[in-house]
């Protein structure tokens, strides 16, 4: 019993002719959602978004744009399609779609290719891989627009592989309750400001949506308790500006989840080490959009050389 | 135009009541490469060997065992369950099958997990995984038998990935000719002993195969001149005692490639790291199956964090 944590992303964000994204009916949201086949499990809103709590991970709509990410085999391309289909191009001011490297991409329904396939039949737009095959690596597609992203347009994701420690054990063990995962990953510390959104899967699994403001967190983990930290994934993203937010969230999650691998994708922020447990830089990369997005993408393995344990079939 | 160079690899022992596996007729390897996909190209024998150079690697055939290696699509389990059928599950007396990691794993034909079954309709047998799936890993089916494997029984295989430098690109270059490829891989020097076969591929690919008496060399290349060095792959393996070799193999088909990363599986050998470039080894692992093979594996990648360049697509 396999389950792909790694996400697919999509954020669009409309042309100023559109309506107001937030004052669509839910069932058009839901309708876009069970494109990707899946579904809306639960809701949080104030005054600038709403955020959902998703069978596959999380959506969060403000007035003029929505981002989306949807783990397993879920087929995210398709909920792009049907938004792009429902509100025409010309509404579109950009249209963003990423995959991450999967654990088993065999296992997926369709391939970047094949998405970039279906989008570029909509809209023109750029498709490049940042990373060796091999190694991870980051897909990522950006429509052709005039759009010009704001300096303080900014988010971050952290990605972390092969969970270890206390906390990993707990999380792979028999029974764990919403309200414990919430007290031992110190969601109240770390994320004061925020209304917060969890949910626990069953049999395994946790996500978390925050919302305060403008601002979002949202978290989800993939702990895989059959094969223990076989294929563990624990994804982390937020639009804060981390260098001015109190809490230094990348370094306490990389200390809660201790993974053997992380990789951080930042736009326009700087993608700081500082407090980053001791690591190997395996790669990093970096390009810019024309639209002024400043994309930095970064892979990291713990220090030590990993005693491989093999895995029977 | 993507060619996947990592390799499937089979080694089948016969039994003692087996046939003379060099007594079957050509028509029989013939049939048993096509149903891997693949075709005959060559043939260098001697007294105790027939090496084969394949349109998709190579296989070698002792009186009592052969070894097939393909790479690209080839379904190389399809070869397997046709000796199998062919000559019987009592003749024999080990059926070991191995995929590496591959580039663009849904791009083929069938998983690991899909060939072990086909295997295990016929032979029971232990599978299994060594290497997190978002990294350098390697599948071993190993078939359940009383086989013992003699010490001496060694083997080794090198594998590189993203070759770079001047060899890379004369060999990601418009034009090249097969003894020019010869000369600039030093094969005299590496092999004095060996007699060899080599295949230049249109439009890019170099295959050799070497005999010495029982013992063999193979040497593939996918230099991928369309993406750079974007998934260019190297494999070399051998039966040699590396240790009692006097030309540092390893060492110098490194220096010569100049891999951004590599990785060595070593049957009963020690893995020796001497003379390699500065790396950081990122895992390792080791098994010893019933038969008392001590299989090593061991995933390298060069010093500095890499710089990625976004490849569009």
């Known amino acids: 019993m396999f389950f792909e944590g790694s996400e697919k992303k999509l954020e669009i964000i409309v042309a100023a002719s559109a ?8 069932s058009f949201w839901s309708a876009l959602v069970n494109c990707a086949h899946a579904e809306i499990l639960s809701q949080l809103s104030n005054a600038d978004c709403d955020a959902y709590l998703l069978s596959e991970s999380s959506l969060f709509v403000w007035h003029d744009r929505f981002v989306m990410l949807t783990c397993g085999n879920s087929t995210l391309v398709d909920a792009a399609c049907y938004f792009i289909d429902a509100l ?7 249209v963003s779609y990423q995959r991450k490297n999967e654990y088993q991409a065999h296992l997926q329904t369709t391939s ?5 396939g279906k989008l570029r039949q909509r809209i023109a737009g750029k498709a490049m891989r940042v990373g060796h095959l091999d190694s991870h690596h980051h897909y990522f597609f950006c429509s052709d627009s005039d759009y010009r992203a704001p300096k303080d347009d900014q988010s971050c994701e952290l990605l ?4 270890r420690g206390e906390l990993a054990d707990y999380l792979n063990g028999g029974s ?4 414990e995962i919430c007290a031992a990953l110190e969601l109240n510390d770390l994320f004061p400001d925020f209304e917060l959104d969890a949910h626990l899967f069953d049999p395994s699994g946790f996500s978390m949506n925050g919302l305060w403001g403008k601002y979002y967190v949202t978290l989800h983990i993939t702990p895989q308790s059959e094969n223990a930290c076989a294929s563990s994934y624990v994804s982390f993203e937020t639009n804060l500006d ?3 937010y109190p809490q230094q969230l ?3 999650l990389l200390a809660l989840f201790s993974p053997v691998s992380w990789d951080t994708i930042g736009f326009n922020i700087n993608d700081s080490t500082q407090g980053f447990p001791a690591h190997l830089c395996l790669g990093r990369g970096s390009l810019t959009t024309e639209q002024g997005y400043d994309i930095r993408f970064s892979h990291y393995q713990q220090l030590d050389a990993e005693v491989l344990i093999p895995e029977f079939m």
Chains 1, 2 share one sequence.
């Open 176 to 179: 764990q309750s919403k309200a």
């Open 160 to 163: 972390m592989y092969h969970i």
């Open 112 to 116: 970047f290719a094949d998405d970039v």
């Open 242 to 244: 981390l260098a001015q």
């Open 250 to 252: 990348l370094r306490r």
């Open 19 to 26: 309506p107001n994204l937030r004052e669509l009916d839910v």
């Open 88 to 94: 025409g191009v010309p509404a579109m001011a950009l």
